[in-house]
């Protein structure tokens, strides 16, 4: 064999054992492109993963994979590597991430995220809600509010209305304001509302401008602190991440945790406040409500024993939810 053959087999060899040395990580998601999840987050924890890694693994963004509720699925059946979604959609298994959804909460989704995350280890974790998946973040999405195709002017006008309801925290108040519960993944909900199949929703502020509402909700309650937070997780295949080389994995890992709920609660946060301004530029009515008017009162007397309702839900899992509560307020209202 001449030198340039032996040259060029080991130049292919070269090549081809670095492309085999890469690994590319396939995350799932549900929400448009253009939403901030997309946008932002995932992109910006691929960067961190491909340089902590040294560019041996590469995430890759799937759409199209189906409900946002079956990515817990997807992700434990290894038909992807990794995927977000939003406890509320599985009722029943996630009982104690709802602490962090409760009314009156008062602080951002950066900082609700940081408390979600650091009381999820402490006293959670133990309780394996998320049994068959690694979690690498958990987060919350900006204060819930009241979008309408028409305005209300009290809490009581949403009796009998027909609202989409996402599962979670936000459940138990549509039930406290009597309005008629209708289940469908965020993505539905420009189309139901164009319909005219559903009269509002209760969604973040973001979703005027990610999910189009100011075209279609054009009257929005905005309550101080908002009506609950939304309760998410992001996780990997446990399989997928034991297969990496240990130093990739440990790398994975060093880039997930609080840094990546934090940095997702923030994007969220920031969703939101682009999602108001479009709201405003598209003339959609917007009521700002204020502690003490009316509609806050309202909506403080409506939530009276929830707290007590929840600990007792989650008095078979075996943790110490009622410090857990506490603590989590203190982390998030105390967060900088």
Do not use: C
Not at 267 to 283: M, P, Q, R, T, Y
Request: neutral net charge; aromatic residues 8%.
């Amino acid at each position: 064999m001449n030198l340039k053959k032996v040259l060029a087999i080991g130049l292919f060899m070269g090549v081809a054992g670095q492309a085999a040395a890469e690994t590319t990580l396939r995350v799932a998601s549900w929400l448009p492109p253009t939403h901030p999840q997309n946008a932002v987050v995932w992109p910006t924890w691929s960067k961190w993963v491909e340089e902590a890694t040294e560019g041996r693994v590469k995430v890759a963004i799937e759409y199209g994979m189906g409900h946002p509720k079956t990515m817990f699925e997807l992700v434990e059946d290894g038909v992807v590597d990794a995927s977000f979604s939003y406890h509320g959609y599985v009722p029943g298994r996630f009982k104690l991430t709802q602490a962090v959804e409760q009314p009156l909460l008062g602080t951002s989704a950066e900082a609700a995220s940081v408390a979600h995350w650091r009381i999820h280890n402490k006293y959670f974790a133990k309780a394996q809600e998320h049994d068959g998946l690694e979690v690498i973040g958990l987060f919350t999405h900006g204060p819930g509010q009241i979008h309408m195709a028409k305005p209300v002017s009290s809490l009581g006008d949403l009796k009998g209305k027909k609202i989409r309801l996402g599962g979670g925290v936000q459940g138990e108040i549509g039930h406290r304001m009597g309005v008629t519960a209708v289940g469908a993944p965020a993505p539905k909900v420009y189309e139901m509302m164009q319909q005219g199949v559903i009269d509002g929703v209760f969604i973040p502020m973001g979703e005027q401008k990610s999910l189009r509402l100011k075209e279609v909700a054009k009257n929005v309650v905005a309550l101080p602190g908002g009506m609950y937070l939304g309760s998410f997780a992001m996780f990997m295949n446990p399989d997928f991440l034991a297969d990496l080389d240990a130093k990739d994995r440990e790398a994975i890992m060093s880039v997930s945790g609080e840094k990546l709920s934090a940095m997702a609660g923030k994007a969220w946060d920031a969703g939101d406040a682009a999602g108001l301004e479009a709201a405003k530029e598209a003339g959609v009515n917007i009521t700002m409500v204020k502690d003490g008017d009316a509609l806050s009162k309202e909506f403080v007397e409506l939530t009276k024993g929830m707290d007590e309702a929840f600990l007792k839900s989650v008095a078979d899992r075996g943790v110490d939810a009622k410090a857990a509560l506490t603590e989590l307020r203190e982390v998030a209202r105390n967060y900088k």
